[in-house]
C-alpha cells in the first residue's frame, strides 16, 4: 500500500511539472509582443542621453574601421610588387650566405637586415591580404545572421491568436488525458493490489498444504525408518538366535559324539590301566632287587618305565578328554587365574632363560568359568610355549575388554609354526614333538568351546606364536 501511494504522488509531481512546462512555451511566445508594449508605454528613458551613447559608440567604430582600412589598403597597395620583392628577399639572401663565408662580417650583417626587410614586408602583405579575405567572409556572414534574425522577429511577431488558442486547447487535452491516465492508473493499482492480495493468499494456501504434505512425509519415512530398524532389529536377533541354535546344535552334537567316545574310552581306560599299572609295578620291583645287575637290562627296565609311564600318561589326557565337556562353572577373576597359573612356572622360567610379562587391564567384570579347567588350559599352552623356546626368550600374557568379550592373549618368541601344521593343530593325535600324544591342544581347545569361548591361533616360522582367547561377557550355559 505504501509503493501505491508513493507512486501516485510521483506521478502527481510529473503532471506539474509537465503543466509548467507548456505554461512556459505559451509565455515564450506571448511575452515578447507584452515586452514591446511595456517598454512602449511603461518604461521612457532619457532620449538625448541615448543619443549621445549612440554617437560616441558610432564615432568610435567609424575611428577604428577608418584606421583599420587605410591600413590595409597601405600594405594591399605594395601587392603588385610582391614578386620584387620576392626576388630581392632572395637576392640578400645569397648575398648574406656568400659574404658570411668569406668572413666579410660587417657586409653579410647589412644584407641580413636587408633580407629580412623584405622578407617583413613579404608577410605583411600575405597576412593583409587574408585578414582582408576574413573580413568579407564575416560581413557577410553578419549580414545573413542578421537577416535570419529579422526573419524570426518577424515570425514571432506574426504569431495569431489562432495558435494562443490552439496552444490553450492541446493544454486542456493534455490535461484531461493525464486526468484519464490517473484514474487509470489508480485502477490498475488496485486491480493489481488485490490481484497480489490474492496470489498471495493462495501462496500461504498452498505453503501451508506444502507444509503439511513435508510434514506427513517425514512422519512417513520416520515410520518407515523406525519399522526399517525395528525389521533389522528383529532379523539380526533371528540370525543370532539361528547361529545361537547352531552352535547349540553343534554342541549337542558334540557332547553326543564325545560322550559316546568318552564311555568307550573310560572303558577302554579301566581295561588298559589294569596291566600298565601291573607292568609298572614289575618294573619298579626288577628295579630295586636288580640294582647292581647288568646296565643293559637295566637300560631296558628303564625303557619299559618310562613306557609304560607314557601310556599311563595318554591314559590320563584321554580321561581328561572323556570330561572335557563336563563344567563347574562359577563367576571368576581371569587376571587371578593368569597371575596363580604364572606363579607355578618360577623353576622353569630359571631353568631355560625364560621371561614371563603381563598386561592386564584393570577392573575386568567377572565371567562365568571353570577355573580348573581355564587354569588346565593356560599350563598347556605355557608348556607348548616354553617348548618351542630354545635358550632363552619371552612369553607376553595380555588381557583386555573388547566389546562383549574379556579378550586373553598369549605370545611367546619361539621357533613358530607353519601353514600346515597349524591347520591340523587341533586334530587328535596329531603333534609335533618327538614325545608328544596329540592331546593337548585338542583338550585346550574343548575346554575353552565347553565354556562358550574361542581360540585362535597365529605363527610364523622363526617369529613365535600368538594365540587368542576369548570369553563372552553374557551368562554361559551350565552342564
Known amino acids: 500500500m505504501k509503493k501505491s501511494i508513493f507512486r501516485i504522488v510521483v506521478l502527481l509531481f510529473l503532471i506539474g511539472c509537465l503543466q509548467n512546462c507548456l505554461l512556459s512555451v505559451t509565455a515564450t511566445e506571448i511575452l515578447p509582443e507584452l515586452g514591446d508594449s511595456i517598454l512602449n508605454k511603461d518604461f521612457v528613458l532619457d532620449e538625448a542621453f541615448l543619443q549621445e551613447l549612440e554617437n560616441v559608440i ?34 640578400y639572401f645569397s ?24 622578407k617583413d614586408s613579404i608577410n605583411s602583405i600575405l597576412n593583409a591580404r587574408n585578414i582582408t579575405d576574413l573580413n568579407e567572409q564575416y560581413k557577410t556572414l553578419e549580414k545573413q545572421k542578421n537577416i535570419e534574425l529579422l526573419n524570426h522577429d518577424n515570425a514571432l511577431k506574426n504569431l495569431s491568436l489562432e495558435r494562443r488558442k490552439q496552444i490553450k486547447w492541446i493544454i486542456l487535452i493534455i490535461s484531461v488525458s493525464l486526468f484519464i491516465f490517473l484514474i487509470t492508473f489508480l485502477i490498475f493499482i488496485r486491480i493489481k493490489i488485490l490481484k497480489k492480495r490474492k496470489l498471495k493468499r493462495e501462496i500461504e494456501a498452498r505453503t501451508k498444504a506444502q507444509n503439511e504434505l513435508i510434514k506427513i512425509k517425514r512422519e512417513l519415512e520416520n515410520l518407515v525408518e523406525r519399522r526399517k530398524k525395528e525389521l533389522i532389529t528383529a532379523n539380526r536377533d533371528l540370525e543370532s538366535e539361528i547361529i545361537l541354535m547352531e552352535k547349540m546344535r553343534e554342541k549337542i552334537l558334540r557332547a553326543e559324539r564325545f560322550k559316546i567316545v568318552g564311555e568307550m574310552t573310560s572303558g577302554m581306560i579301566n581295561v588298559i590301566k589294569k596291566p600298565v599299572n601291573s607292568i609298572n609295578l614289575n618294573v619298579q620291583t626288577f628295579q630295586e632287587k636288580f640294582i647292581n645287575s647288568d646296565i643293559e637290562i637295566n637300560e631296558m627296565a628303564d625303557i619299559l618305565g618310562k613306557t609304560s609311564s607314557k601310556v599311563n600318561k595318554t591314559l590320563q589326557s584321554l580321561k581328561e578328554l572323556s570330561s572335557a565337556d563336563k563344567n563347574e562353572l562359577i563367576k571368576a577373576d581371569v587376571n587371578e587365574i593368569i ?141
Open 339 to 479: 597371575h596363580n597359573t604364572l606363579s607355578l612356572f618360577k623353576a622353569k622360567q630359571t631353568a631355560k632363560k625364560i621371561s614371563f610379562a603381563t598386561k592386564l587391564s584393570a577392573g575386568l567384570p567377572k565371567i562365568k568359568l571353570d577355573r580348573v579347567k581355564l587354569e588346565g588350559a593356560l599350563i598347556n599352552l605355557i608348556l607348548n610355549s616354553i617348548d618351542s623356546i630354545k635358550d632363552e626368550g619371552k612369553i607376553v600374557i595380555t588381557s583386555r575388554k573388547y566389546k562383549q568379550n574379556v579378550i586373553v592373549k598369549l605370545t611367546d618368541t619361539g621357533c613358530g609354526m607353519c601353514r600346515e601344521k597349524l591347520e591340523n593343530i587341533f586334530s587328535l593325535f596329531y603333534t609335533t614333538k618327538e614325545t608328544g600324544c596329540g592331546l593337548g591342544l585338542n583338550i585346550v581347545q574343548r575346554y575353552i568351546l565347553a565354556m562358550d569361548g574361542n581360540i585362535e591361533i597365529c605363527s610364523r616360522p622363526g617369529t613365535g606364536t600368538t594365540i587368542r582367547l576369548s570369553f563372552p561377557l553374557g551368562t554361559t550355559n551350565e552342564k
Open 95 to 118: 648575398e648574406y650566405s656568400i659574404l658570411y663565408n668569406n668572413q666579410d662580417y660587417k657586409q653579410a650583417l647589412d644584407s641580413y637586415k636587408s633580407y629580412l626587410s623584405y
Open 58 to 91: 558610432a564615432l568610435d567604430s567609424i575611428d577604428f574601421l577608418t584606421y583599420e582600412f587605410n591600413y590595409y589598403n597601405e600594405i594591399l597597395a605594395q601587392e603588385p610588387r610582391l614578386d620584387e620583392y620576392k626576388l630581392k628577399r632572395d637576392k
